[in-house]
């Protein structure tokens, strides 16, 4: 297997110790001269209409799995990118909001960006920070409650524009661990990996003192309601969003699993 490297960048990360090939060109201009290459042996094959099949069968699926499911995160993140403007930059932390975001950012989302890595849960709020204060478009940080708590401090800076809202997902804190395997049946689970039994940030508090706005949603109505307030406010913006960490994994599970 070849592992080649697409890239304009200077420095280069060789995060697999196995880099067969550095090609000095963006991406886009790679491929769209690979395509007119390709083009040229005029392949036939039905794996286009194949994949279109199988997605549309898909969809269908995950349509019929979110009318039949209860108020928890994956109903929540369906609504949030159902609702999300495409010319809005969104910045996704670590855990399952980025893994969320996989399964229900539109394609033609501007941007969507996300910490990655051993350490990728430091930081999360800043660097959004960061991307608002570099473009004018509004910028959506999606946060879970264990990641915002370690990059409190981003939620502080004097620099914080007014494009900048922020949703948080108040699931009992780290609920990526309740969805791994490896930690899912893990003895100690609430008690060493999670927030569930710790007491709950004030975050209404928090934000006021910090002069956000603060919205709050715990059902499908009110999340409806105050997703049009999101879009609309000029000024930073946080909204709570508040689900039950006794159902969440499991319902990502189950929309995992064959349902075609």
Known sequence: ???????????????????????????????????????????????????????????????????????????AHSMIFNTIPEQWNVCCSNGTSIRYAELFCKAGQQQLSCN????????????????????????????????????????????????????????????????IPSTATIEGLEEHFTLKNMMQQPLREQAEALGYQYLSANSPESLRKVLKTLGSAHQKTILEVFTSPDVNASALRNFLSPRI
């Not at 060109?25 to 040229?40: D, E, I, K, Q």
């Not at 946060?143 to 620099?159: K, N, Q, T, V």
């Not at 494009?163 to 661990?177: E, L, R, S």
């Open 1 to 75: 297997m070849q592992h080649w490297s697409l890239s304009n960048a200077s420095v280069l990360a060789d995060c697999f110790q196995h880099l067969n090939l550095r090609i000095t060109c963006s991406p886009v201009s790679f491929f769209a001269r690979l395509g007119r290459f390709l083009s040229a042996y005029h392949v036939r094959s039905d794996y286009g209409a194949s994949w279109r099949k199988v997605s549309a069968l898909a969809e269908k699926a995950n349509i019929a799995f979110m009318g039949g499911q209860s108020w928890c995160d994956i109903v």
């Open 116 to 179: 990655r890595g051993t350490s990728g849960i430091e930081g999360c709020t800043s660097t959004a920070v960061g991307m608002a204060l570099a473009t004018p478009q509004p910028t959506l940080l999606i946060s879970g409650d264990m990641s915002l708590r370690h990059d409190y401090g981003g939620l502080a800076l004097p620099c914080v524009p007014g494009n900048f809202k922020i949703i948080v997902m108040n699931n009992g804190g780290g609920d990526i661990f309740r969805f």
